[in-house]
């Protein structure tokens, strides 16, 4: 089993910048590849980006390269997603992921295990 715990989510003005952060605990070793996603109301959970826990070769989604980036510490078992120039368009709850057996997807099913999420609310 493997426990994800979200936290950093918050409300900002356009523009800005928050960090999110996971916590992983439980059987950390088998995890594969970790992610962010993003689901805003109404919508489909969408994949932000991944990062494989071994190689640290990084995914992103098309609407975030540039603005995100995915980052790990393996010693304390966290992910992070600095987001910068942040859109109202970005606005979501947040969750980060983890997959036992693959990495590059951005595909949620993929995925085994999910934190409970954290709101991210970008006003213009």
């Known amino acids: 089993q493997v426990q994800l715990v979200e936290s950093g989510g918050g409300s900002v003005q356009a523009g800005g910048s928050l960090r999110l952060s996971c916590a992983a605990s439980g059987y950390t070793g088998s995890i594969y590849c970790m992610g962010w996603f993003r689901q805003a109301p109404?919508?489909?959970?969408?994949?932000?980006?991944?990062?494989?826990?071994?190689?640290?070769?990084?995914?992103?989604?098309?609407?975030?390269?540039?603005?995100?980036?995915?980052?790990?510490?393996?010693?304390?078992?966290?992910?992070?997603?600095?987001m910068n120039s942040l859109k109202p368009v970005d606005t979501a709850i947040y969750?980060?992921?983890?997959?036992?057996?693959?990495?590059?997807?951005?595909?949620?099913?993929?995925?085994?295990?999910?934190?409970?999420?954290?709101?991210v609310t970008v006003a213009s």
Do not use: P
């Not at 983890?98 to 295990?113: E, F, H, K, T």
């Open 95 to 119: 969750y980060c992921a983890a997959d036992l057996i693959r990495c590059g997807s951005l595909y949620a099913g993929n995925y085994n295990y999910w934190g409970q999420g954290t709101q």
């Open 42 to 82: 109404g919508k489909e959970r969408e994949g932000v980006a991944a990062i494989y826990t071994v190689g640290g070769s990084t995914y992103y989604a098309g609407s975030v390269k540039g603005r995100f980036t995915i980052s790990q510490d393996n010693a304390k078992n966290t992910l992070y997603l600095q």
